[in-house]
């Protein structure tokens, strides 16, 4: 049953991204692009990684579905054509050979790794001392904590290359709104915008608050408020902050840098990033708190794009 | 076979005859605001039916309720998506006369 | 749960096969945003590939689900930066004629 169940699966997810990659209308690939990414994320379930599943969905299935429509929707604005126009068939078949060969490889040297949970028993063992159950959290914020905190920077750094990408003399304005032109459609998007950011604060808190125990995390969380802040976004519930404004600039930062400096403290204690025995499950919450809402802020910053010059619309 | 099992395998053989009309419906008729009106009562209600199976299986009060929550939480966003929706396919249509 | 040996590598296999298909999308599609499309496909092969061989008894390895949660971030984070650029290309290849601007403003 369960074989049955995941080989369907498997064939659905393969089938999604071959509509999402060639089908002629871009709108519908984004729309196959989607339901590829929620597919993935039953994978993830049926892989028992409830985590990754929560993280898929919500960022490569959501996050990344809005970015693309947002994108098409600007380079239509421009006039672009994004509707594929294909190579010659002998190119189009020299691809396709060559790429199948690749995955027959690939596929190969996948099939030489033995299946393996290796290191959980590793990590369970070590997951007492952490005071946290969830062992994903554990791996992210205290086992590899570096990895965490440089990711932190990362996103962080791809905010700063978007901004830089924007026109000299639109600097230090807002993003693109992102409001619904259409009154009629206006009224609705805004009323469901209220009515989700609050309750988009409160499951965000409610991830991480159970992600140190059960499946959630400061990711997940913070995918959800970036969701909230873009639908309020959207129904024109909420404007898009001046990316020199002070306030804001400090909401981006206060993650990285509040997990940067909990990492310092614990130099002074030992080693960077070492938690003391005892105060660890405080110090990882409090910096999946923190680390939760600059990730919201942060993403759905990325989603807006970079400043523009004059109030447009996408 | 206890009667629990009985009825979580009715409701999702509800859920599931539900959420195939509805996709028959989103196939086959003719224009957009039928197709949404399929896919937005049909699939909420297979939706149900499956969210309640769900419960059912668990049977813990406090599981029920956050299934509860979810479901509501995706009709209220159906309802959204498709009010929209049905607005752009209007405009689609007064545009092209 | 005992895991049938033969379903072990069904999702890594299935991730070699989207890595191959997302490859195939990136060199056939000729706009760079069905690319960035293609590129998280090949993203997704790839999580697939590590999270799925650390696939055991009735645990997945929650070493390689934290990296891939690490990875799908740094991925969309790619895919912002992406097409941001690909909106600013378009932008300077159409805006001369619509966007009249002082001279030498743009090259401040």
Redesign the interface.
Known sequence: MTAAFELILCLMILGTACVALLVRDFLAAIAFFVVFGNLMGLAWLALGAVNVALAEIAIGAGVTGVLLILTRGRLLALGEQIDGNPLGHWLNLGAAVVCSAFAVVLGAAVLSIAPDDGLAPVIDRLMPRIGVENPVTGVLLAFRAYDTLLESFVLLGALVAVWSLAPADAWPRAPAALRMTDPAALNVAESFGRLVLPIALVVAAYLVWVGSDRPGGAFQGGTVLAGGFLLAAMGGAMGLPRSDDPAFRWTLVAGPLVFLAIGLAGMALGRFLAYPEGMAKALIVTIEYFLAFSIGVTLALLVAGPPVRAETVP | MTWVSVATGLLLFAGVFFYAAGTVGLLRFPDPAARLHALTKADHLGLAFIALAAALEWGSVAIAAKIAAVWLLAIMAAGTSAQLMARVTRQDHSDEP | ?SL?AA???????????????????F?????P??Q???V??IA?GI???L?????????????P??????G??????????G??????L??D??APAP?P?PPG??D?
Not at chain 3, 11 to 25: N, Q, R
Not at chain 3, 27 to 31: A, F, G, N, S, V
Not at chain 3, 51 to 63: F, K, M, S
Not at chain 3, 73 to 79: F, M
């Open positions: 749960m049938p379903l072990g590598h069904l999702f890594p296999l299935t991730g070699a096969a989207l890595v191959g298909l997302g490859l195939f999308g060199i056939i599609l000729r706009h945003l069905r960035l499309l293609a998280n496909v997704a999580f697939l590939i999270g799925g061989l650390g696939r055991g008894e009735d645990v997945t390895d929650p070493y689900q934290a990296l891939v949660i690490t799908i971030v740094v991925s969309v984070a790619l895919t912002a930066l097409a941001a650029m690909i909106t600013r378009a932008e290849r159409c966007t601007e403003d743009r401040a």
